[in-house]
């Protein structure tokens, strides 16, 4: 095998959504390269429009230059149709749509946690800061690191409101996190996966955002080991599930298993995603709601309502038997309101 049958990335380790695609490989058998950091990307290759971590690099421009692409979800998708086997999309149409739900939440919610626990406390941000710099650039001397720690560390910081990491929202984001390990404990008790007993894209998503939030962030990482040191475990071994033989029924068969994860959706990410997509097709800048009784202002994020639209997209696409079976599974958890 050469190089130019890899797959080629570029990414970071304390990018989500890198470590996210990197899981996935691994668990896929898929073959790849990864250059840490764009300083790392070999000399004349292409920029994608919008500079995000991960940007792979698929050789199917014209005579087989490389096209840079970015955007995680769509990308493990395009995988799917290009390598068989070990899929990390159930079978299931219905269970399929359950899981992009799951992994939209993932990576558009769990995003707020893990951006905020890294950036608002001094703890964190003290320990982030130099990390993110010697992620990228091992060799840096201790002085010139520390200039690149200052303006770095000040630019995150500066860029809390992004996400809607604020006074206002604070504990809402922090408490979701909280909740969230402890529902993750008691499903992945049950099969050892959030869908069953084989991974999906969604348990991929999870992992990405908490490879940061449980382990790199002091707080975010003392919750996490103090709620479940089962989720804390598992995510050491979801890094590197190749020796994993997945069969067709290891996916769930139970449909009342992601209840409680779907009620946790329905409660933070679903008003926040709706309000926002609203805020984008008026034209606004910013927009207000109310998420588990408190306060939410954040400015609007124009790809996230994109996100909405593609599930609404997956929505309408069921068969009617799988839209009735999907319907039972959201009704009461209040995820439904993105659907009606
Ligand atoms: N939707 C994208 C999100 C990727 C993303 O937001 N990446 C972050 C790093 S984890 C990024 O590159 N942000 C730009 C920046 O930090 O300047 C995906 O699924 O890959």
């Not at 604020?166 to 499903?187: F, H, M, P, Q, W």
């Not at 009617?320 to 009606?340: I, N, Q, S």
Request: glycine share 8%.
């Amino acid at each position: 095998m050469t190089e130019t049958d890899r797959l080629e990335l570029t990414g970071a380790p304390g990018s989500p959504y890198t470590r996210k695609m990197i899981a996935l490989l691994r668990y896929r058998h898929i073959p790849y390269v990864v250059y840490w950091g764009t300083g790392g990307v070999p000399e004349g290759y292409p920029k994608p429009k919008v500079g995000l971590l991960p940007t792979f690099f698929f050789p199917d421009g014209e005579n087989g230059e490389r096209v840079a692409v970015t955007d995680s979800t769509p990308i493990i998708r395009r995988l799917e149709s290009e390598h068989d086997g070990r899929s990390v999309i159930p079978t299931d149409p219905a269970l399929g749509f359950i899981n992009d739900l799951i992994e939209d939440y993932a990576d558009e919610w769990l995003t707020k946690p893990m951006f905020h626990f890294r950036w608002a406390h001094k703890a964190d941000w003290k320990n982030a800061g130099p990390l993110l710099v010697y992620w990228g650039r091992p060799t840096l001397d201790a002085k010139q690191a520390q200039g690149w720690i200052n303006e770095f560390t000040k630019r995150q910081i500066d860029r809390l409101y992004v996400v809607g990491s604020n006074e206002l929202t604070a504990k809402t984001i922090e408490d979701s996190y909280e909740r969230l390990v402890g529902i993750l404990d008691r499903l992945l008790q049950r099969s050892g996966y959030v869908l069953g007993a084989r991974p999906s894209s969604a348990d991929f998503a999870l992992f990405g955002q908490m490879t940061q939030l449980a382990i790199v962030e002091p707080t975010s990482a003392a919750i996490t080991n103090r709620v479940s040191q089962r989720v804390r475990a598992w995510l050491d071994r979801m890094d590197d599930m190749s020796g994993l033989q997945p069969t067709e029924d290891d996916w769930s068969h139970d449909e009342a298993a992601p209840a409680e994860l779907l009620n946790e959706i329905g409660r933070t990410y679903t008003p926040v995603m709706m309000a926002n997509a609203k805020a984008v097709m008026a034209g606004e800048k910013g927009f207000h709601t109310e998420v588990d009784g408190a306060q939410w202002e954040q400015p609007t994020f124009s790809y996230q309502a994109k996100c909405v639209g593609w599930l609404r997209e997956a929505y309408a696409g069921l068969e009617d038997r799988d839209r009735d079976r999907v319907d039972d599974m959201l009704r009461g958890t209040g995820c439904e309101a993105l659907f009606v």
